[in-house]
């Protein structure tokens, strides 16, 4: 069409104009890391809206609700704020919302409440005793495997026994009381208005192909489906997408293959190859070009990802053929690798790279710790992403929880939070208690053999009740609602946290101006615990006039995002790839993907370091070694560098002994901005 406001042609290269403005249908694209598919889509948001389509009827699936938000507002400035009104989220809170507005097709009360998978865990803990199955471990799956068993089922869309036979071998023989566990947990949430993750697709699915006319209805308002990371979907949320888009077949998926990471959560990458089949008419689009990184870094990213399995064909160029090579650095210990990174990252800040522009990526979690030691005593701020949840944290769950039965009174995994909190009160007490609580005619009510079962709870539990009581959602705002619970639970809280009361109190203070932002409390624990804020990212939040923070994260939370100078940390056998996925059957694969990821979120530099001698609290020091997949890499693609620690130039109490004799101690703890340089290449190569 002529007249358009964006000029596509000229932002855009040929393929990606091709994508963003192909007329209505199916099409997919493939393509590799920063070839710009996440622009594209972008660009088809702003394309569809521009050229007529009423933004509210279009729906963007992605993988957080950030990179929904982020590539909204992306197309809002290149248009107009017309596209911040697509319906844009992931598939769960997606799905969600379609259930609450469904709800009756589907028997279910609007204001269900959503169990996280610790939730779920504890309810099947519950039950599995309830119902006299083997209480140990070595003869019944324990609570979380009983979890990610179910989970597995509805993930990968396939039925118990396969499942069992396919991952879960040891305990096949017990298909029968799993099976009727299974039942009964899928009832008991039902009765109680409850629902895990997985039922929020299950069901929406189950709605979908069963009732035609919602169908239609839902498909009608979901005129064109754009989904990003498509590699990383399953069996269940391929076919929502079909199902959304039924009526029509509008749909734009982008995905790359070589980045599917999320198996263990049932994510299966040939959902890509099995697009085509699944649409008619389907198209399916290459992007070629990579415009993030420099030819060097993509020649790390192709010869690691040659070396694995695909089927869509794709070999990385960018028109950047110069740059660094990327580096291999060995350290003496996780010690020495943390002075490294601390050091170059503030170098690179004195040469004019941003601490925003540089990230530090990591296979796990716990693998950042003596990074984030070095970087205190540098005072470099940074923000933390993958590690633990605020909603994960039990202070806040339980705060949470009290919310929870005020919205669902039936809502049994929150009461038996709650109700453990009373001093007095066990796993068996309050499961009496919830069925009490829970049951409409209340004549499940059980009295101990002293015949004052809850007499001796009842200063408390009155209390309790009179809080919930004194909660009104329609008038109230959400905050005070937050602080009438507060109140209640403070003084309980001292007492079920003794040892780190302080910090606990300080994350309670988090969730008040986070509610304030809210005016329906359905939405703020949905938004909590559906896509679960990082407790550092929320110190980070409003911290504006400062410098903007390093970024610290997992790989898996650095999907789609890119920087100037990466930072690899702990790329070693056994963390990346896990010693876990080494058992499992194409469990190396997916680490390799995975390593694939990190490297391709580098612009400029990307170093990837590990420490050659592991300390750890069961087995003392031990020796690693380097990343399999890094071993026989040629020093034409990753340059090895030595790091040689200067001997100190002044006394530095404050850093710990090193193990290692060679391993000097560094001059650098004086937290000035500008730390000497302490580490140094001996021959050519790295600017330190
Ligand atoms: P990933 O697989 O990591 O998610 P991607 O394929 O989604 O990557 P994008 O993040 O969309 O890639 O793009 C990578 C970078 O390249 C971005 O900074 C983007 O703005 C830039 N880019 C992509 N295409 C173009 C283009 N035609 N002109 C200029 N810059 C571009
Ligand atoms: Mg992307």
Redesign the pocket.
Known sequence: PENLTVDYRA???DQ?YAAATANPGALLIV????????????YRLSYLVETGLDPRSIVLLTFTRRAARDMMTRAASLLDGRCQRVRGGTFHSFCMQLLRTHAPALNLSPDFTILDASDAADVLSMLRTRGGYPDRADRFPNKGTLQSMFSDTVNRDRSLSEALNDRYPQFTHLHDDLRELQDTYRAYKAEHHMLDFDDLLRRTHELLSQNDTVRQQVAARCRHVLV??YQDTNAVQADLVQQFTSVHGNVTA?G?DA?SIYRFRGADFRNIFRFPKQYDNARVLK?E????STQPILDLANHLIDHANRSYDKTLFSDADTGDLPAIVPAADTAMEARFVGQMVAQLREQGVPLRDQAVLFRSSHNSYDVEIELGKRNIPYVKYGGTKLSEAAHIKDVLAHLRVAENPDDAAAWNRILQLIHGIGPKTAQDLIDWLTDDDHSAFVVDEQGHFAQRYLDTLTQLLNTLRSIRPDEQPLTEQMEAVLTYYRPLFEEAYPDDYPKRESDLEHLAPLAARYDSRQRFLADLTLDPIELTALDQEGATDDEAPLVLSTIHSA????FHSVFLIHALDGTLPSQYALDEPGGLDEELRLLY?AV??AEENLFISYPMLQTSRYYGDTMASRSRFLENVPESILEPVELVEAPPESTSDALPESPEPEALPTPDDDNTSAPKSDLSEPEDGLPF
């Open positions: 932002e855009l290269n990606q393509a590799g890391a920063g070839t710009g598919k996440t622009r594209t889509l972008v990003d990371e982008v790359d980045q992007l070009q990579n415009y993030r999907k789609g995002l890119e990821v391709t979120r």
